[in-house]
């Protein structure tokens, strides 16, 4: 077994401290105060948090209404007039049309020719060297 060693007076001192009621009752004291500043400081974080939050949703609700009322009340394109029935561009805008005849001498000859393709005229442009072989259609078309 160990010897206990002397005491020093220091020691004694730092003894009586620690079974000191009183001690034990401070200690008690400063943790209970630091729990409710602490808790403090978390409610008010938490009360930031939600007043961010509701900031935002106020400023999404702005955006979203100064959008819509732009889109609902934008000015037309300049010319238009919803009043006005909307006019076909062509005779009425001076367009110049030209004939079949026209269009097709903007080609090289042989190049392309006009179909009639369900109903509609289609310019339908050709192979160049099956153009000057004439075209000769198979027998599995007849």
Known sequence: MKPVPES?????????VLIDDEWHALRGTVH???????????????????LARAACAAAACL??????????HAPLPH?????????AVGASAGAHFISEQEMLSM???GSCVLAEVEGQKQLVFLDAAGAQA?????????
């Open 8 to 16: 020093s007076p220091h020691d004694k001192l730092l003894n009586a």
């Open 63 to 72: 955006l979203f209404a100064d959008v819509w009322y732009r889109s609902v």
């Open 107 to 109: 080609f090289p000859a």
């Open 134 to 142: 004439g075209f000769v259609l198979s027998s599995r078309f007849h």
């Open 32 to 50: 209970s105060q630091g729990l409710t500043v602490l808790e403090a400081a978390r409610q008010g974080r938490r009360r930031r948090i939600r």
């Open 79 to 87: 010319g238009l007039d919803p009043a006005v029935p909307h006019q």
